[in-house]
């Protein structure tokens, strides 16, 4: 979400590499939802400060938007007050998230306390960790940690995990299941076929609202799973290709548990992989071992023989001169 100028092709690549998800090819990026899929915006300072027009134009282009509020606790973004103002003001929805900084389960605990105090009112939390600051040993508790602090602060209202997949998978995956949801970043041609609430497609969607491109993503559940206004399983979903049908949905800890599942399964993929190519140079060894101790046998038998030839050519010389 934090806008650098590499970012792009960063998320790119970190796609490309994540094949064990069924991602397809990377083609062109896409910068248009379908038609029947709904576009969220999150926007922050990078973006600027929003207008009373601006504003309302917003109400009519998107269900909510992403407001940040945050980069770690030390830096608060500058439009955030202003922009969820003028959003309150044209009665448009919004979550919030926090880019997260923390070094230890202790940090942690402060940037969710600190996201929930600065941003009271939002309709749902987002932990958008993309960027370590932390030992992968240490990452998995400091990430539950962080959930676990704003749970009983947010009440029912839905917390959710966003990250680009491998780095979910390295540094999150275990901790997910603590999430209402995952907010998935990825920008590839083809929806990956993980489990998520959200997608966040391309970094290059034009808002005629803002009058500028944005961040977008398409929505995996139904408006008012995010906004709290249904606790019904049973609803409308999205399907990759856009098209609606309707089914029981899978409730969030259902599908964070399958990405937690699918991330332990590539592991155990890669330790098989691991113990066969193992067993494998073991097995070459000890045959090069055998047949180097076959070829040692063969030379020292070989030079035995020899010496016996030349003291027999000794013997029968020595015969001879007598």
């Known amino acids: 979400m934090i806008k650098f100028s590499f970012k792009s092709i960063l998320m790119t690549m970190v796609a490309s590499l994540a094949l064990t998800t069924g991602v397809g090819a990377v083609g062109s990026i896409n910068t248009h939802a379908d038609a029947s899929s709904k576009n969220v915006y999150d926007l922050s300072e990078w973006q600027g400060r929003l207008t009373n027009q601006k504003a309302q134009n917003l109400s009519k282009e998107v269900p909510f938007a992403i407001l940040r509020v945050q980069y770690g606790s030390s830096y608060s973004d500058k439009t955030f007050n202003h922009n969820k103002a003028l959003l309150e003001k044209y009665n448009v929805p919004y979550g919030v998230y926090s880019f997260s900084r923390y070094n230890s389960s202790a940090s942690a605990a402060k940037e969710a306390r600190d996201l929930y ?7 749902f939390y987002v932990n958008d960790f993309e960027s370590a600051s932390i030992s992968r040993k240490h990452s998995n508790a400091a990430t539950a940690k962080w959930v676990a602090t704003l749970r009983p602060l947010v009440g029912s209202r839905k917390i959710l995990f966003y990250s680009y997949l491998s780095f979910m998978q390295t540094y999150a995956s275990k901790a997910l299941s603590k999430y209402d949801g995952y907010w998935l970043a990825s920008y590839t041609k083809n929806e990956p076929s993980v489990a998520h609430v959200l997608w966040q497609y391309t970094d290059r969607h034009y808002s005629s609202a803002l009058k500028k491109k944005v961040d977008a993503s398409k929505l995996r559940q139904q408006e008012s799973w995010f906004l709290g206004t249904v606790v019904n399983n049973d609803q409308n979903v ?4 856009g098209n609606t049908t309707v089914q029981p949905a899978a409730t969030p800890k259902a599908q964070t548990a399958n990405v ?3 991330a332990a399964n590539a592991k155990k993929a890669k330790v098989k992989k691991t113990t066969a190519k193992k067993k494998a140079v073991k097995k070459y060894v000890k045959k090069a071992k055998k047949h180097v101790k076959k070829v040692t046998h063969h030379k020292k038998k070989h030079v035995k023989k020899v010496v016996k030839k030349v003291h027999h050519k000794k013997k029968h010389h020595k015969k001879y001169r007598a």
């Open 117 to 123: 105090n600065r941003a009271p009112n939002a309709k």
């Open 238 to 241: 999205q399907n990759k290709q």
């Open 260 to 262: 937690v599942k699918l």
